[in-house]
């Protein structure tokens, strides 16, 4: 089957479309969406399926009428995955599926795939995953070698906008304390030099790494000797769980009723409800390193089947089961 992701950036360039590759279609990136560029590839690709996936450039009401506009006309099943709920539910996802009008809908949200069904919206639930072609362990790297580190971009404008979202209150459980102790937490991503308010103190500039390409990732996960893992929701999980795992990382993370759901606390991660308990945790494992071997290589084992080839199976799957894609 030849399949056409909608998609102009790197970040959903690679894991769903690389699992279904590995299945054994034919996947190809679009580029950024034009009427005349989309014509052409539908034209010359000619794809049994278009998939547009989370918030981008290319999400603009005007891109998302062009996109249904040639879907209809070339008779091309559209799929959406919706990576932005629940929080961004209402003032995204909705108008989104209302103007887009895809023919079917994945999200990370098990609650939100209820509300799109009961709304009239063919949709189901499908998780992020990982990719083991980019989330694979490497031999830790002399410039990564930190004791703790953080792979995550700020977003201090959401943090003000929606206060009540649980990642404020994971940065106070797992970055806040350490860097009130006086550890060093070195930051890759945007927007941590803003934060502040946040975090109760500025954060020295020579810990600030900026952006880090998605493809590179893994060599902070497998280099740092602790990961610190943010969570946005107590009932989900992030992408970079999956990542850090895959990376043969040492993940410390929220203690969560998502993480618990998936994982096993002291296993194959380490998790902290409490600052206290961040500070206890970050002592113990810092100290001990085959501790922490074993649990990096327990929570390899325990977030294999996670790929983003099963991932991609099931989103089949169900699309066949769903009428819209033949049996695959």
Do not use: C
């Not at 350490?178 to 070195?186: N, Q």
Request: net charge positive; hydrophobic share 35%.
């Amino acid at each position: 089957m030849k399949i056409l992701f909608l998609e102009r950036g790197k970040l959903w360039s690679f894991g769903l479309p690389n699992g279904l590759r590995n299945l054994g279609h034919t996947v190809r990136i679009s580029g950024p969406v034009t009427q005349q560029r989309l014509r052409k590839q539908l034209t010359t690709f000619q794809p049994n399926l278009l998939v547009s996936v989370g918030w981008g450039p290319d999400h603009k009401k005007s891109k998302q009428r062009i996109i249904r506009k040639l879907a209809t006309h070339y008779q091309i099943p559209l799929v959406y995955w919706s990576t932005e709920d629940p929080n961004f539910t209402d003032v995204f996802t909705i108008p989104l599926l209302q103007t887009m009008k895809p023919d079917f809908t994945f999200t990370i949200s098990h609650p939100t795939a209820t509300k799109f069904r009961s709304m009239g919206f063919a949709a189901d639930y499908m998780d992020f995953g990982y990719d083991p072609a980019i989330h694979r362990a490497v031999k830790p790297m002399g410039r990564y070698r930190h004791h703790i580190a953080v792979v995550a971009n700020a977003y201090p404008h959401v943090l003000r906008k929606y206060p009540r979202i649980y990642r404020r209150k994971s940065i106070d459980i797992l970055i806040r304390p350490l860097l009130a102790k006086g550890y060093r937490v070195d930051f890759y991503g945007r927007g941590w030099d803003k934060m502040k308010p946040f975090l109760g103190k500025r954060i020295p500039r020579n810990w600030l790494h900026g952006p880090i390409a998605y493809k590179d990732a893994n060599k902070v996960y497998s280099s740092a000797k602790i990961m610190l893992g943010l969570q946005n929701y107590q009932d989900m999980v992030t992408q970079r769980t999956y990542e850090i795992l895959g990376s043969s990382g040492f993940l410390l993370t929220s203690d969560t009723q998502g993480v618990r759901g998936l994982l096993m606390p002291g296993r194959d991660l380490v998790a902290s409800s409490t600052p206290s308990q961040t500070i206890a945790l970050v002592g113990r494992y810092l100290k001990n390193r085959e501790a922490r071997i074993a649990i990096q290589r327990q929570g390899r084992k325990s977030i294999h089947p996670h790929s983003y080839t099963s991932r991609a199976q099931r989103m089949l799957t169900i699309l066949s089961e769903k009428g819209i894609l033949p049996g695959v």
